[in-house]
């Protein structure tokens, strides 16, 4: 039993690739693939045209054989900065397995697996172009030889790949020692509040970052002197100010806030009375564009500005002339999704690092050439990043899924792990002697409360300035679970009576903790994460996760605590499905309905059903779904957390109000319980919740103090 494995998928050129497997024809399972010749000959003879794009999906396949590849990196490789949705991607797959025939519910070439992506499973070799048109001895020991020779040469190349990696990923580790990327580091600031965006000026003397005063919705620009840690205020009046970024020693460009309207400004810092001066307006920004940020050109002629139309829509990076006051847009963003929502420039003026954001999940790391416009994807994160920095001219810093600080050397296009802080990092930067700045903490956290039934009294049970999430009580009531990125990385955590929380699983990239609860003996903790479901023995402290090609969610203990409901998605259909604990088995539950949820009562043959597409849910008695009952309420109600089980009947929330169904009524009670949140978690006897609360959070700017 272990934690799940992370991987990630290395850069690659299409040029590199075809070199190396277009020296000599190669047999794709039964197909013969001629690379120079851009054909696939089929088992009876039959030659194939491979499209420009096939043959660039099929490198890459063959180039990750042993590992699934993912829809995002299959897009960056074949279509690169095009802007190209899902469905294309996909359709690229499809068209190449029709070159292989594989076409069938069971594929033979190319598998995929949900949420992991696509993967080539035909057998792979090479042959000699002689041995297809003359089969005698002679050349069939020749082919033989052929395939040894080239077989070995694969080993030898992959021994040395191995070693250059590991030789590598050695030297990257010991740049830095284990106590320094594990370390605590030290609040560089003490407002309290949010503390965000940081901004170097060029010489270093100063530190420009965006500050809001807890419980205030003005935000304010202050300044921190690097030499002797004072903190000031440059904004004036009652303005709200933001996202202020160095352009030279003594200037610096920020948005302001006046009612409805939004504008860049440009003003002079003065480093003696430590004010702003000789203020300008420079172009207009958007209201609903909060943390839109602007640089001026090198030449200070114009400037770069992005600004999106609504809240929903993505951003758009604009260069705009200072001469002509004209605004053109740099790059066509991805329609949905935050689009390129943050951007930094060099010092050299020749580059924009770009975060480019198209599902609200994944942010890709770009870098845009100013003089020519060439683009370079140079990583992709699956989370939504705050910014990413310069170092220099040639390396970019950023933050990974796995909260370390990275910093990318685009000439040597190689990575070195900076620090991996024991909070969660948000706009990392890098000073010149190699120290690390960056804002540590959350905008907004989640606490942990009980609720006491009969009359609303709350109590706190875990806070931090973090993230405490779907919490989770034992039916005794002795113990807690929940998951929380106190440590940087999201992690399940228990707590039992009378004991201080531990930390129970050691993830080494964040997952999205979706499900989490305890089993009804008490015995283990189960839940689903990104897709996979994992139970964790509480005895041994083991973690087992899922490990076929399926994406779980609604993960419900059965009273038997050996068995548990899940809805499972196959072929784009969901489903339930029964997880055997005994034998680490998922099989069909052939339960009707449409049903996403299934609860199960701990006592009685009962069962409380909801979909995807009614306001409410069925109750079943018996199995006897012919005289099921319908509840209905105002709202679709078919997740974890929504729901809890006690001893005489269900629990349940529906815009915001806590409801209770008993067992042999036909109709729901509404409890008079003002609810913090629509989590929650009860003990068998209803008496009190555990529930959750978003309030704001606490962010300081932070700085590890190591010196290369």
Known sequence: MSELPSSQAGSVSEADLYEDWSAHPIKVGEFIINFNERYAEAPDGEKRNITPNSIKLLLLLLHNSSSYVSLSDIHKFVYGNQYKDDSSTRKQVTSLRKLFDDTAKEKHYIENKLGHGYRLVAPVEFIDEESVEIPDRQESNRVVFKKVFWALVLIVVLAVSLLIYISLYSKQESSRSLDYLLAKPTPITHLKGLELYPSLSPNEKWMLFTHRTEGEKKWKIYVRDMQTGELINLTQANHSERMARWSSDNQIVYSRF?????????????????TLLDESRLVECNISSEFAQGQLWLDKQGMFFNKAESINAPFIIYSHSFLNDESWPIASPPPSGKGDYYFSLSADGTKLAVLRNKNWSQTEVWIYDTTSWETQLVDSVNSILHTVSWSGNSSVVYRNDANQIIQYNLNEKNKVILAQPLVPVLSPLVLKSGKTIFAGGSPFKKDLYSQLLSNGDVRSLESSSYHD?????SKDGKQLAWASNRTGVFQ??????GERPKQVTHLVNNLQFVDLSFSPDGS?????????????????????????????????????????FLAMKHMEQWEQVILDLDKWEVRQANIPLDAFIVLEDLKEELLYIASFKKNGFWRVKDNNYSKREFFEVDEIINTTGRWSLVDDGVLFTANEKLYFLPKSASKFELLEVKLRGKWISSPLQKSWIVTTDITEGEMDLMQMDYVR
């Open 258 to 274: 006046e009612g409805e309207n939004c504008f860049f400004y440009l003003s002079t810092f003065d480093p003696i009375t430590k």
């Open 469 to 473: 999430i779907i919490p989770a009580i």
């Open 492 to 497: 399940v955590w228990l707590k039992k009576d």
């Open 524 to 564: 283990a903790v189960g839940g689903t994460a990104s897709g996979r479901w994992f139970v964790i023995d509480l005895e041994t402290m083991s973690v087992k996760w899922a490990s076929d090609e399926s994406y779980y969610t609604n993960f419900q203990w059965r009273k038997n605590s050996n068995q548990a």
